[in-house]
């Protein structure tokens, strides 16, 4: 099974709201990715979390705020968003350490910020 | 320049055709290389994964590596209107990071 599972499907928030997104996989990978997609661009990598310690952050606003609660989920928690922060909202995992590096993406979770 | 370059396309071709998708790459120091279709609206599924030079197969998909070149392939054999998706390379950096092509949107005609 190479399922990662994301909710919400899609989420509309108003800029002041505070929501999360959801991220689950039981493929045992110990690495976990955000990504942003926008329309017709490749996804762009947010967060990664290795063996839940979060290793590289590539310079995302403090409104976005991530978690690894255990080996198995990750949470994108949203505050104060802006409108340009509409898109794509991808989570992906990978095993560490084997000759195995590929990621498996998520369905993602479509935010619109209004 | 990129590191990765991908046509984006539009592609189109008439169904059964063997379609050919390519991308090319200026670091010589990448290793793995995946292929991934992105459904519109959908997360990116992942094709193929290759380590090195060579070529694999699985169905009707072929990955072809040439790293003297610095070029790969992906082949679609026998192409369906439900191969019709935006079809994106994407090669692991030394962090183990993936860099990506822009994608190809595909359009297979029935």
């Known amino acids: 099974d190479t399922e990662v599972t994301q909710t919400p499907k899609h989420l509309v928030m108003g800029m002041t709201n505070k929501k999360s997104l959801k991220c689950e996989q039981h493929?045992?990978?110990?690495?976990m990715y955000w990504y942003k997609q926008k329309a017709k661009k490749p996804p762009e990598l947010m967060f990664v979390?290795?063996?839940?310690?979060?290793?590289i952050n590539e310079s995302v606003p403090s409104r976005f705020s991530p978690e690894c609660p255990n080996s198995s989920l990750l949470n994108l928690h949203l505050h104060a968003l802006q409108p340009e922060d509409s898109a794509l909202y991808l989570c992906a995992s990978s095993q560490v350490g084997t000759a195995s590096y590929e990621q498996y993406f998520g369905p993602g979770t479509r935010l619109t910020v209004t | 320049q990129k590191e990765v370059e991908q046509d984006p396309g539009p592609l189109s071709v008439p169904e059964g055709a063997i379609v050919s998708l390519n991308c090319t790459y200026s670091n010589s120091a990448f290793q793995y290389f995946m292929w991934y279709r992105q459904y519109s609206r959908k997360g990116p599924e992942l094709l193929m994964y290759?380590?090195s030079s060579g070529n694999k197969e699985d169905g009707r998909f072929t990955a072809q590596v040439d790293k003297s070149s610095k070029y790969i392939s992906l082949f679609i054999r026998d192409s369906q209107p439900s191969d019709s998706a935006t079809y994106l390379c994407a090669m692991l950096d030394s962090n183990y990071q993936l860099i990506w092509g822009a994608g190809t949107k595909l359009i297979i005609k029935p």
């Open positions: 493929m045992g990978h110990r690495a």
């Open positions: 290759t380590y």
């Open positions: 979390y290795s063996y839940e310690k979060l290793s």
